[in-house]
T-cell receptor, first 112, second 115 residues
Framework: DVVMTQSPLSLPVTLGQPASISCRSSQSLVSSDGNTYLNWFQQRPGQSPRRLIYKVSNRDSGVPDRFSGSGSGTDFTLKISRVEAEDVGVYYC?????????FGGGTKVEIK | EVQLVESGGGLVQPGGSLSLSCAASGFTFSSYWMSWVRQAPGKGLEWVAN????????HYVDSVKGRFTVSRDNAKNSLYLQMNSLRAEDTAVYYC????????WGQGTLAIVSS
């Protein structure tokens, strides 16, 4: 199975400051159809996960534009340009290129 | 609005069975792959199974192969997960999700396997 490695494990951030989460896969996520199926999810405390980004850099409907995704091949990044209080939670990357889909271990974002 | 509502969780003894259901609304259910993803208490996410639009193609994570069966009824806009020979390590919140890319999630249903 493809191993997804996220860093850091925990990310204390000051309100209004940027945050960045890294995700690396154990093999390339470029699919035979040319797409890269790398998604990012947010899970707020006590809630179900919510998809933020799909295929590396596409924001889902209703996701604030302070969230952005980038990367290629095996290295990917989720950036929050200015952290707000509602961004507290755990963030997961997930690859859907190779079966079974696999998730990173999660990065906990908290306010300093 | 996409809605996914899971049900069927509960407490079961090791070796027992549970049948989970997911009622879908707000989208054309028969047009989408559907997935089950689980989360053990205090842990991360694990993809369990998915099924294609007409139910002819199914995939399972190795740890549940031969024990879990995913199915769907497009006439009822419903997704199912039959879980047999349950183990303690199957204890988790089970989420129903839309699509192979897991675009939308339900609220989850908790399955506890314990004696």
């Amino acid at each position: 199975d493809v191993v997804m490695t996220q860093s850091p494990l925990s990310l204390p951030v000051t309100l209004g400051q940027p945050a960045s989460i890294s995700c690396r896969s154990s093999q390339s996520l470029v699919s035979s159809d040319g797409n890269t199926y790398l998604n990012w999810f947010q899970q707020r405390p006590g809630q179900s996960p919510r998809r933020l980004i799909y295929k590396v850099s596409n924001r889902d409907s209703g996701v604030p534009d302070r969230f952005s995704g980038s990367g290629s091949g095996t290295d990917f990044t989720l950036k929050i340009s200015r952290v707000e209080a509602e961004d507290v939670g755990v963030y997961y990357c997930m690859q859907g290129t190779h079966w079974p889909g696999t998730f990173g271990g999660g990065t906990k974002v908290e306010i300093k | 609005e996409v809605q996914l509502v899971e049900s069927g969780g509960g407490l079961v003894q090791p070796g027992g069975s549970l049948s989970l259901s997911c009622a879908a609304s707000g989208f054309t259910f028969s047009s989408y792959w559907m997935s089950w993803v689980r989360q053990a208490p205090g842990k991360g996410l694990e993809w369990v199974a998915n099924i294609n639009q007409d139910g002819s193609e199914k995939h399972y994570v190795d740890s549940v192969k031969g024990r879990f069966t995913v199915s769907r009824d497009n006439a009822k806009n419903s997704l199912y997960l039959q879980m047999n020979s349950l183990r303690a390590e199957d204890t988790a919140v089970y989420y129903c999700a839309r699509g192979a890319s897991v675009a939308n999630w339900g609220q989850g249903t908790l399955a506890i396997v314990s004696s």
